[in-house]
């Protein structure tokens, strides 16, 4: 993987790090956050950073400062929407932007993507509630976007299986990760390998760029 260029961002909540991967003549910015238990590591991420530049797709993965100051446990969900605003407030982006992330940060970009000018919104193992719960759900994020979503799921995550997503969801897409759980980690005999599973998410989210996202103008 080409090495990332790391830059600060002051937000209201403490110091958070862009870590950016260009590509040479990008047709699609992603600005991806993490979720609450990890930081920019995640196999997901990673694997979108590592694969995407050299498609044509830059990768800006945000991460907050909760992590960034050494905590274990992300702080309250304003306090996300505000620091990810911050960067993408500081980002100077010439082709579509698209928000996302994974778990908490899939949820931080939905409640912001259209107020921050995104033409799409990557929805990466989406928390529909706690696990063991059915309720109280976060669908109302969801549904709220109102903009191009693309939704990877993986088909065993304990925080919501993909059966449990509404089938009206609108301008929403679904990839399900066979064998998947939350961190879209499959099992070692399953369906599907590890990169495989890697593969599922690069790809699904390439074509949905291409198909929904490249060239189509933000609906405001």
Do not use: Y
């Amino acid at each position: 993987m080409k090495k990332a260029t790391v830059r600060s961002v002051a937000t209201p909540h403490g110091e958070g790090r862009l870590h950016t991967r260009r590509a040479a003549r990008p047709i699609a910015t992603l600005l991806l956050s993490h979720g609450a238990g990890g930081g920019i590591e995640s196999r997901d991420l990673w694997a979108l950073a590592d694969a995407l530049p050299a498609q044509g797709v830059s990768v800006v993965l945000f991460e907050q400062p909760w992590r960034v100051a050494g905590r274990k446990v992300a702080t309250a969900p304003p306090t996300l929407d505000a620091a990810l605003t911050c960067a993408a407030d500081v980002m100077r982006v010439r082709t579509p932007l698209v928000v996302g992330g994974r778990s908490a940060g899939a949820r931080s970009a939905a409640r912001t993507a259209r107020s921050l000018g995104a033409t799409g919104c990557l929805v990466l193992s989406f928390p529909l509630h706690q696990p063991g719960r059915t309720e109280p759900t976060r669908l109302p994020e969801l549904r709220g976007v109102g903009l191009p979503t693309l939704l990877i799921q993986g088909e065993r995550d304990p925080m919501g299986r993909p059966e449990e997503f509404p089938g009206d969801l609108d301008r929403v897409d679904m990839v399900v990760v066979p064998g998947a759980d939350h961190g879209l980690k499959v099992p070692a005999r399953g369906g599907v390998s590890q990169d495989e599973a890697m593969g599922i998410v690069v790809e699904s989210t390439l074509e949905w760029l291409v198909r929904d996202v490249v060239g189509n103008p933000r609906v405001g």
